[in-house]
Nanobody, 130 residues
Framework: QVQVDESGGGAVQAGDSLRLSCAASGRAGIRLSMGWFRQVPGKEREFVCAVTWNGDHAYYADSVKGRFTISRDNNKNTVYLQMDSLKPEDTAVYYC???????????????????????WGQGTQVTVSS
């Protein structure tokens, strides 16, 4: 079983930055593709970004492209989400997700599908005020 722990959320002003962290544990030598999603009450969980297991490809939703950066440190089994130029519409609970080791490789057309991800964190709240 894989445990997923997010941290780094908080309340900031528009234009500020935050960095979220996602630590994965419970599986020796974790080298799985990982992603970030977000959700606001009453809406479906939406894709934010993802990175392949070796970090050679990153994918972003259009709404965050150019402002958010995903990265990973496999020595620490940790993925980071650097969020710059935050906007009030970025307010949401952010979830880290780990892709299934048996699923298809990430592509730009499938990376946003929730079904590709087997393990989810409990979420961390990000609130951006204007």
């Amino acid at each position: 079983q894989v445990q997923v722990d997010e941290s780094g959320g908080g309340a900031v002003q528009a234009g500020d930055s935050l960095r979220l962290s996602c630590a994965a544990s419970g599986r020796a030598g974790i080298r799985l593709s990982m992603g970030w999603f977000r959700q606001v009450p009453g809406k479906e969980r939406e894709f934010v970004c993802a990175v392949t297991w070796n970090g050679d490809h990153a994918y972003y939703a259009d709404s965050v492209k150019g402002r958010f950066t995903i990265s990973r440190d496999n020595n620490k089994n940790t993925v980071y989400l650097q969020m710059d130029s935050l906007k009030p519409e970025d307010t949401a609970v952010y979830y880290c997700a780990i892709a299934s080791p048996y699923g298809p490789a990430f592509t730009s057309s499938n990376v946003n599908r929730l079904a590709l991800y087997d393990y989810w964190g409990q979420g961390t709240q990000v609130t951006v005020s204007s």
